[in-house]
């Protein structure tokens, strides 16, 4: 398929585009600051600031695209709160926009949604389950997930993913890159032991999202992610243990119950995966088989 993909140079998109080439298929991928090598894996590879609604759409008419997958965001929580109006662009503007276009075009758009849209207290969290976004980032991504289905009604995936890991184009921005910076420079990393995530690896995900770029696959709003709930003090001694570093060095066990950031960091953002996971030839991966694939 000829593929039109936002975010290429991000966690996801840098995977996306690997996993989508791997498979056969034609990637335009645009980036925004990225300035590094070519993303491996893009036919083509154009520069845009997403938040030009006029070139995003002729970029888009230009590439005719069989199906659109949207990896760009504002994904940070606090560059969100201190750029409300640019990260609502990007957050909210962006999918919606790409939402019509798809639209327009009658093709399928595979949006990217997120775990933060729920509060954290009933997990494992139902498709149909009430969203509660405690972040503007999470009221943000709830608001992507009205607004691309209200714009392509039985043309979009909205997926919402837990805590991504894997390896990005930039080696800085997922959970080990950032860890193993962190005990290169000689800090103790400090994890909360009662903090849950489904954690699931970039290159898993990519290949969901590749599969429900096909015209038949399934729509509306889904959930992924990994095999297993992990607290994030675990997930960091696994990480320890991959790359030779001793967790008892290496990281301190805390408890998020109780401090301030607790109004803010949900305690167990579980997913329930049906019925994506029953329907895909994509499955859920278990923590070890992610950790494995991590590189440096
Ligand atoms: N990472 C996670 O743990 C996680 C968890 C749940 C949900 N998600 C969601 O998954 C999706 C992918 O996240 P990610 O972690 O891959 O994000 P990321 O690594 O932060 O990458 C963001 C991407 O968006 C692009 N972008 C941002 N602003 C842009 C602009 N104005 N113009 C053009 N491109 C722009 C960036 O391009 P440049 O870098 O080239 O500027 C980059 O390619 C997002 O929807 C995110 O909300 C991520």
Redesign the pocket.
């Given at each position: 398929m000829r593929l039109l993909l936002?975010?290429?140079?991000?966690?996801?998109?840098?995977?996306f585009a690997a996993v989508a080439a791997r498979a056969g298929h034609e990637v335009t991928g645009?980036?925004?600051?990225?300035?590094g090598t070519p993303i491996p894996g893009l036919a083509r590879q154009l520069?845009?600031?997403?938040?030009?609604g006029a070139a995003l759409t002729a970029v888009v008419r230009a590439a005719r695209p069989e199906a659109i997958v949207?990896?760009?965001?504002?994904?940070?929580l606090a560059q969100c709160d201190r750029e409300p109006e640019?990260s609502a662009?990007?957050?909210v503007e962006?999918p919606r926009r790409l939402a019509e276009l798809a639209a327009e075009l009658g093709v399928r758009l595979v949006?990217?949604?997120?775990?933060?849209v729920f509060d954290g207290t009933r997990a494992p969290y139902r498709i149909g389950d009430a969203v509660a976004p405690l972040t503007l980032?999470g009221r943000q991504?709830a608001e992507?997930e009205r607004a691309v289905l209200a714009a392509a009604p039985g043309r979009a995936a909205v997926v919402?993913?837990?805590?991504?890991?894997g390896n990005?184009?930039?080696g800085r921005?997922?959970?080990h890159e950032r860890l193993l910076r962190d005990w290169a420079e000689g800090r103790v990393a400090r994890l909360f032991t009662d903090e849950i995530r489904q954690?699931c690896l970039?290159d898993n995900?990519a290949a969901v999202l590749l599969e429900l770029c096909a015209p038949a696959a399934p729509g509306g709003i889904l959930h992924w992610a990994g095999a297993e709930p992990v607290s994030r003090y675990a997930l960091g001694c696994a990480i320890a243990r991959r790359f030779g570093f001793d967790p008892e060095q290496h990281i301190v066990a805390t408890q998020l119950a109780g401090t301030p950031l607790a109004a803010t960091r949900q305690a167990d953002l579980s997913l329930d995966l049906r019925p994506l996971c029953e329907l895909l030839a994509t499955k859920p991966e278990p923590l070890a088989a992610q950790v494995a694939r991590l590189g440096r």
């Open positions: 936002t975010g290429a140079s991000g966690l996801l998109g840098g995977n645009v980036v925004g600051t990225w300035s520069r845009l600031d997403l938040t030009d949207n990896g760009a965001a504002m994904s940070e640019r662009v990007l957050n962006l949006h990217v949604s997120s775990e933060q980032y991504k992507s919402r993913v837990p805590l991504l890991l990005s184009p930039g921005r997922s959970v954690v970039a995900l």
